[in-house]
């Protein structure tokens, strides 16, 4: 039972498209989250379109899809 979920955990954490989708729902969290704080967290926008944008190159420059 130990091996299987050592197995299954690796096809779904060091996969590729994991941590794009990971690098994806982190910015688009903060975006969401400023949008309710945005007079003192305004900088975090571009933190969040920097982390889309990066999941975005992550999933154009990879080879499995």
């Known amino acids: ?3 299987r979920l050592d197995n299954l955990f690796k096809k779904t954490i ?3 498209s994991f ?4 690098v994806f729902f982190i910015g688009l969290f903060i975006i969401i989250y400023t949008n ?3 007079n003192k ?3 975090l926008y ?3 379109i920097t982390l889309i944008a990066f999941s975005i190159f992550l999933y ?5 899809r």
């Open 1 to 3: 039972m130990k091996k």
């Open 14 to 16: 060091f996969s590729d």
């Open 19 to 22: 941590v794009m989708e990971i």
């Open 36 to 38: 309710f704080k945005i």
């Open 41 to 43: 967290y305004f900088g």
């Open 46 to 48: 571009f933190l969040g």
């Open 60 to 64: 154009k420059v990879s080879e499995k």
